[in-house]
């Protein structure tokens, strides 16, 4: 299992908002995906991958991080 698989069972968790030991049986075991989840989110990671993520989504969408067009 590598950091990748857990972050997809992160993403998931957060997309959905299941249970974590509703996760899918194809990702790696929901306590590790939540330990994981615990460290990264206390570590600002999570906020980081989201910040990430959202401005390449902006980027893609032609828009600045200001709002304007």
């Known amino acids: 299992m590598d950091k990748r698989e857990i972050l997809d069972g ?3 968790q ?3 908002g299941c249970n974590w030991c509703d996760l899918p049986k194809d ?4 306590s590790t995906v939540f ?3 615990k460290q ?3 570590q600002g990671i999570i906020e980081k991958i989201r910040d990430i993520l ?5 980027q893609k ?8 067009p």
């Not at 969408?61 to 304007?68: D, R, W």
Request: hydrophobic share 30%; aromatic share 20%.
């Open 27 to 30: 990702l790696p075991p929901y």
């Open 54 to 58: 959202h401005g390449q989504l902006r």
């Open 10 to 12: 992160v993403l998931y």
């Open 14 to 16: 957060l997309k959905n």
């Open 61 to 68: 969408v032609k828009k600045n991080h200001y709002g304007q």
């Open 40 to 42: 990264w989110r206390e």
């Open 35 to 37: 330990w994981h989840y």
